[in-house]
């Protein structure tokens, strides 16, 4: 719980919500919001609406991008205690984390409770997940394009042992889905406007890459943009420090990895 | 010195960002219409960076989770910047 709930807003059976009149109306409507938020404050607004409307006491949606084996990028939304996240990180858990690793090679949403936990360090962190009110938890995949390389997933929470894994479960199914996916879709744009504004990448400089991406060789690049192929080339030296990355095919990994081009 | 700015946002929210000297740890704080908006980013050693964005309710759950943070022996001052902000947030908010 967070200081704005008590026990009574709590709900002790999944099927209290989903039974209730317009239960899925309601969920839908602020689940479109998500993509109309404009910062982290608005989104999450919205996923403390979203949570409740899906009747969850907490969540979470973790987006996670790898640049290469030694760089890693986590980012936590958090409607829910955010001491958790910080003890969590603490562990330094996330590449053996069950709910996380499920997530990188399945889309379908689970109870929690279904992915099975094979080492200590598994079992350790859904004790944590315990101590700080998510004793139940649904975890939602957001299947994306990157592979193994990107990945986000929603977990909604409850303090009620069992509280998802009841048939009540189906109903909130395709809604967390689709909240899932959204929020997804929402850290994507975020990421992508951040680095266009940060590293001051223009359409050309996206174009560029992409042609890269594609496989084609500085020749075809300096023919398919109408420039010198000593121009192609310090293009992207300039784009490849600009990154900080080794080299050009780095470069273009990770304007795909972040979603750029 | 922690380094600490004062910026508009593009929905004229005024943020407030609190970065360690070594940029290992940065605040960003924001007033939101429930609360104040809270993205703590942390520079990990090996290059990795993790990013927490939540909306706190009150100081005293502000100052609930940087007592939780691991850093806050590492970098005080920062902590303190921090907590600074986000009392003049609350208090802007009346």
Redesign the interface.
């Known amino acids: 719980m967070?200081?704005?709930t008590t026990w009574a807003d709590v709900p002790r059976d999944l099927a209290e919500v989903t039974l209730q009149d317009g239960f899925a109306d309601r969920a839908v409507d602020i689940i479109k919001r998500v993509g109309r938020a404009?910062?982290?404050?608005?989104v999450?607004?919205v996923l403390?609406s979203a949570k409740r409307a899906l009747g969850a006491e907490h969540a979470a949606f973790v987006s996670y991008v790898r640049d290469d084996d030694?760089?890693?990028?986590?980012?936590?939304?958090?409607?829910c205690d955010?001491?958790w996240?910080?003890?969590y990180?603490?562990q330094g858990w996330y590449a053996n984390d069950a709910w996380l690793l499920y997530a990188a090679t399945n889309s379908e949403p689970v109870p929690a409770s279904s992915i099975p936990l094979h080492t200590r360090g598994q079992r350790q962190a859904v004790a944590l997940a315990a101590e700080h009110g998510i004793v139940s938890a649904f975890v939602v995949p957001a299947p994306t394009s990157g592979g193994l390389s990107r990945l986000g997933v929603l977990i909604l929470g409850s303090s009620v042992e069992g509280y998802f894994d009841t048939e009540a479960v189906d109903s909130i199914k395709v809604l967390a889905r689709s909240l899932s996916m959204e929020l997804h879709e929402w850290w994507v744009r975020q990421v992508r406007r951040e680095i266009i504004q940060t590293n001051r990448i223009s359409p050309e400089d996206l174009r560029l890459l992409a042609l890269e991406r594609q496989g084609l060789t500085t020749k075809e690049i300096a023919e398919e943009l109408g420039v010198s192929t000593s121009s192609v080339d310090s293009r992207f030296q300039r784009l490849s420090t600009k990154f900080n990355m080794p080299n050009r095919r780095a470069t273009a990994r990770l304007a795909a990895e972040y979603g750029l081009i | 010195m922690p380094r600490t700015k004062r910026k508009a946002?593009?929905?004229a929210?005024l943020v407030r960002e609190v970065a360690s000297p070594d940029g290992s740890i940065a605040f960003a704080l924001?007033r939101?219409?429930?609360g104040v908006?809270?993205?703590r980013t942390?520079q990990l050693a090996?290059?990795?960076?993790?990013?927490?964005?939540?909306?706190i309710?009150?100081i005293e759950?502000f100052q609930?989770?940087c007592d939780?943070?691991?850093l806050r022996f590492e970098h005080p001052h920062t902590f303190f910047l921090a907590t600074k902000a986000c009392h003049e947030l609350f208090d802007d908010m009346g």
């Open positions: 967070n200081s704005s404009g910062d982290g404050a608005e999450l607004e403390n030694s760089k890693e990028s986590f980012r936590f939304l958090l409607a955010p001491t996240c910080l003890a990180q603490q | 946002s593009a929905n929210g924001k939101a219409s429930t908006h809270v993205e942390q090996e290059g990795s960076r993790v990013m927490h964005s939540t909306l309710l009150s759950e609930r989770l939780s943070d691991p």
